[in-house]
């Protein structure tokens, strides 16, 4: 059937036949086609009960079937069908439905049912704000890759083109407003940087009667401290090209293998040694092929069951507020996020349900994306990983509509479990995957790699720098901040130490020692911390410690919420002295309180506290055993009796066999 009917819901909502003026919609009649719009269909008693919430359901449903006789007689066509499920009839065309999500022209700045309110039905209301925030947050996230992927390749106009547009649809992004200002002062633009910087101050202010962030302030410090340079674009002391060059090169063979293994629908595995590139390789590849999933392994999940599950699992709950949890799924959930349960309910112990309700909550987060990106596989739990390959393993080729999107992940060279690599094995001698292994940067794409940099090099140091760093990313660009921090010496000397770890250990002791101590205690932590647990693991004011972290963050020892690279993690615990190592484990232990027991353990057992640990490692225990880990919960009651044996002993109680 041929579409004779288009209903605009982005900017004020209208009703429009083919080669006829467009016509308003309001009150009930628009409440029924917007929702069935946007929901695609509902029951009838449904609909009466949220359109008629006061009355009795027969009146409900006698008022629902006069709404649609009505909006039949008055448009000339039964627009609504269905018997029992209503459903938009197929010669009604949507514009939010038809929509390219995926070309950034084509997507309306356009507010949801702009200047529609349903102040007299609660639910409807709640409905429409949750639809609006979804609506926002796809833009927003598809104008981001977008204004990523123009950066990635050195057009800062566009870039910028696209940031206006995020500022259209957002304009108290703090996160936009930088963005603008990082890219006016990369562009050679520093009044323009500074302008934006005066503008976002004066929005917060207004609007919200608010300063700005203490990261957006620092960048403005930054910009206003540097002079611009004639004809060049300026550079400071760090050059944000430094901290994140701008355009990825020395990887067209890989990104070759990349795409052809997209093609063909494989499971796509990047891996290398530390700080080759592996991940800036695989985002800047995703970015480009549209919106993506990002779940991040950290340090510390491995001890854990589903820890890195979890963490993926609470983002998608964030990012699809229309993805409501039923109480019996918040009871069947609760196991894993102990948050989803309100106060004073508990978990329920549903083995298979809670497995079907993490894969189709992986499935409602990989909805609207092309991609699921995995990265740091190597510090994933097993049950995590489990998950992953329950969600693919009867998917192949993957990429195709209405499967499951396309999967790639990073991985450190060699510290894959040895279960994990068998089964990557298995997937590549199948032909289900693909392995791209990341060697060195050859000597040119290192040249080019130090041109973007904007650091005054002479010829001969930009030669001994290219053999210096052997072909590493990471390596590089610690060495041209330490040449940084030693001015005198940029011209024409190089640190002694050929190890990517000791320049880290050279720019960790340049930190005030509140910094440094807030950076031991979120090594120590490892996973999923914020400013609160920091302060509370370091027992000192909030504000000092937001205040170290924004020197951390200045650093680029840590970004968001993580450290930038798992070598500066490393770096950290490895300088730490081990009278220090110790009180922060103990002390992390008891902040951690009401975390997952097994982290709590192994936080006491790191502390060489073994008796704190054996209550913790038997609730770990049985936690595990409830969402189906055998092993992992043998494990943890065989470490139990291990600790209450040490105990014992300890105490002066008998032996190992008592």
């Not at 609207?368 to 510090?379: G, H, N, S």
């Not at 509509?401 to 089964?423: F, I, K, W």
């Not at 940084?484 to 960790?508: A, E, F, K, W």
Request: aromatic share 4%; hydrophobic share 45%; charged share 20%.
């Amino acid at each position: 059937m041929n579409v004779t009917w288009t209903l605009s819901l982005l900017g004020a909502p209208t009703l429009m036949q083919a080669g006829q003026p467009a016509q308003a919609l309001e009150g009930k009649s628009l409440a029924l086609l917007a929702y069935l719009a946007l929901e695609g269909q509902a029951p009838r008693a449904h609909l009466a009960r949220l359109l008629w919430p006061d009355a009795p359901e027969p009146t409900a449903r006698n008022n629902l079937v006069q709404t649609l006789r009505r909006l039949a007689r008055t448009f000339g066509f039964p627009l609504v069908t269905g018997p029992d499920f209503l459903t938009l009839d197929p010669a009604v065309r949507v514009d939010v439905r038809a929509l390219d999500v995926t070309d950034p022209g084509a997507l309306s700045l356009e507010p949801l049912l702009r200047g529609t309110a349903f102040d007299d039905l609660p639910e409807l209301a709640e409905w429409l704000y949750l639809r609006r925030e979804q609506w926002t947050r796809q833009v927003m996230a598809r104008l981001t890759v977008v204004a990523d992927q123009h950066e990635a390749h050195g057009d800062l106009q566009g870039a910028l083109q696209v940031a206006g547009r995020l500022l259209a649809v957002q304009p108290l992004s703090e996160e936009t407003h930088r963005r603008v200002m990082r890219l006016h002062y990369l562009n050679g633009d520093r009044p323009a940087a500074l302008d934006a910087f005066a503008r976002c101050k004066a929005l917060l202010r207004q609007d919200l009667d608010l300063e700005p962030s203490p990261a957006t302030q620092h960048l403005a410090l930054e910009i206003s401290r540097q002079a611009p340079l004639p004809g060049a674009s300026p550079s400071p002391a760090l050059p944000l090209a430094v901290r994140r060059p701008p355009c990825l090169v020395g990887r067209e063979a890989e990104w070759q293998q990349l795409q052809a293994a997209w093609d063909a629908g494989q499971f796509i595995v990047v891996s290398g040694d530390p700080g080759v590139g592996k991940t800036r390789l695989l985002q800047d590849f995703a970015a480009q092929q549209g919106a993506a999933l990002r779940v991040v392994a950290r340090p510390g999940d491995a001890v854990v069951p589903y820890a890195t599950t979890a963490r993926s699992l609470r983002q998608i709950l964030a990012d699809h507020p229309e993805r409501t949890l039923s109480d019996d799924e918040r009871h069947v959930l609760g196991t894993l996020l102990p948050d989803v349960l309100r106060a004073g309910e508990t978990p329920v112990v549903d083995r298979a349900r809670l497995h079907l309700l993490i894969q189709d909550l992986y499935r409602t987060g990989a909805r609207a994306v092309r991609a699921i990106v995995y990265e740091d596989l190597q510090y994933a739990d097993a049950a995590s990983i489990e998950a992953g390959f329950v969600l693919i393993s009867s998917a192949f080729p993957l990429g195709q509509p209405d499967g499951v999107p396309q999967m790639l992940c990073t991985v450190r060279r060699g510290e894959l479990q040895p279960s994990t690599a068998q089964t990557f094995a298995e997937l590549i001698h199948a032909g289900l995957a693909a392995q791209i292994d990341l060697g060195p940067l050859p000597d040119a794409a290192v040249t080019a790699l130090i041109a973007q940099l904007d650091v005054p090099l002479s010829a001969d140091l930009t030669r001994r720098l290219q053999r210096f760093v052997g072909g590493n990313p990471l390596y590089l660009l610690e060495t041209v901040r330490h040449l940084l921090s030693q001015p005198t010496q940029s011209s024409d000397r190089l640190p002694i130490t050929d190890r990517v770890g000791q320049l880290v250990d050279r720019r960790l002791g340049r930190l005030s020692p509140a910094a440094l101590n807030v950076a031991r205690a979120a090594a120590v932590v490892q996973s999923d911390f914020d400013i609160e647990v920091l302060a509370a693991v370091l027992n000192a004011p909030l504000m000092e410690v937001m205040s170290a972290w924004s020197e951390l963050e200045a650093a680029q020892i840590v970004s968001g919420s993580d450290f930038t690279h798992d070598l500066i993690y490393e770096a950290v615990r490895r300088q730490m002295p081990e009278p220090v190592r110790l009180l922060l484990h103990r002390s992390a232990a008891r902040a951690l309180q009401a975390g997952p027991p097994g982290r709590v353990a192994m936080h006491w057992l790191l502390a060489e506290d073994p008796a704190e640990a054996v209550p913790h490692l038997l609730l770990a225990a049985a936690q595990a055993l409830d969402v189906g880990r055998e092993a992992e919960g043998r494990a943890f009651l065989a470490q139990a009796t291990q600790a209450y044996h040490q105990r014992e002993r300890a105490a002066g109680h008998g032996s190992a066999e008592a």
